[in-house]
């Protein structure tokens, strides 16, 4: 896939990039709601590409028997009816009209239309976004079933869903086009200190997240806090899991520039925008993170952090 260059306002919403994808590996794109709407309006081709939209209707009057019995017969596949139902778990929803359908099972069984296309390449959006857990399973089922044929893309705004099913991860936004660092949890058998050797080469921050072992680059990072006993990792509205304290956190990423603005934040100094006086005594941060984020500023903080920013 081969992205060109759009500006919005002046402002380089969409970098030239190349995703070179191969089947096997269900591949993801985390990114907001107008980058998705760029991305898929480049992939014109409906030879090539077929593209799934979140807000995709589907024949409310039908069974799902009826329905999948329809897509059978459109796309000229020489597959039962019957043993599909069974593949698809809904064998005892199959006389059910879709719109009685509880919402969760109404997008699961319109995302089956991504079963039946032809083109080699899938484009996903969103397609956990409306699904409760069961048919999470179901549909990730599905896909790695398809991934095994077909190159897949899932486009997302969302972290947690873009772990649920892809291997590859990137991330696309104010900061360009990235890979974003994952694995297995249960692969990493390093014990703490170990992996903060490997942490310190790699000048990368370990998080997790689902099971999922997330490697951040400390510019990625927004701002990092504490909250009973938990340290958390904000990420482009995101927030994940670490465990190393805030003190080991101030350390290492000290030359990467951050500051303890409070006991229990850390900021990264790139990200804020106004220091907000409520009173004499008390301070906040307003930080550039794709919404409004305010953090707290400690007194005995201000007078090192206008040093910092030469103020």
């Known amino acids: 896939m081969q992205f060109q260059p759009v500006y919005h306002g002046g402002d380089l919403i969409l970098p030239e990039f190349e995703l070179n994808m191969t089947c096997s590996q269900v591949f993801g ?3 907001d709601l107008k ?3 760029v991305l898929i309006e480049q992939l014109q081709d409906r030879s090539q590409y077929y593209i799934f939209r979140a807000q995709q209707n589907e024949y409310l009057h039908l069974t799902v028997e009826e329905l999948i019995t329809f897509l059978i017969n459109v796309t000229e596949r020489n597959e039962r009816a019957s043993a599909l139902l069974e593949y698809f ?3 005892e929803s199959r006389k059910l009209n879709i719109k009685k359908l509880t919402p969760s099972k109404r997008m ?5 239309r991504a079963y039946f296309a032809h083109q ?6 969103e397609p956990f976004f409306y699904l409760e857990e069961q048919d999470r399973r179901q549909f990730k089922r599905i896909v790695d079933d398809l ?8 486009i997302t705004s969302n972290a947690e869903d873009a772990l649920i099913c892809c291997g590859v991860i990137y991330r696309l936004n104010e900061l360009g086009f990235q890979h974003m660092d994952i694995q297995d949890a249960e692969e990493e058998q390093q014990d703490t200190q170990d992996q903060d050797t490997l942490n310190i080469t790699l000048q990368k921050i370990y998080t997790k997240r689902n099971n999922k072992v997330i490697l951040f680059n400390p510019p990625e990072i927004d701002f990092i806090e504490s909250i009973d006993g938990s340290v958390l ?4 509205g995101e927030n994940y899991n670490c465990s190393l304290t805030l003190t080991e956190l101030e350390q290492r990423l000290a030359n990467f520039g951050f500051f303890r603005c409070h006991r229990s934040y850390i900021v990264n100094l790139q990200k804020i925008r106004e220091i907000i006086t409520w009173s004499k005594n008390s301070y906040s941060l307003r930080l550039h993170t794709g919404k409004d984020t305010v953090v707290p500023l400690s007194r005995t903080k201000l007078q090192d952090l206008k040093t910092l920013l030469n103020l």
């Open 29 to 31: 794109i985390i990114t």
């Open 35 to 37: 980058r998705k709407q």
């Open 89 to 91: 778990a809904l064998k």
């Open 108 to 112: 699961y069984v319109t995302l089956l």
């Open 120 to 125: 080699p390449t899938l484009v996903l959006e």
């Open 147 to 154: 991934s095994k044929e077909k190159n897949i893309l899932v």
């Open 233 to 236: 990792v904000h990420v482009d």
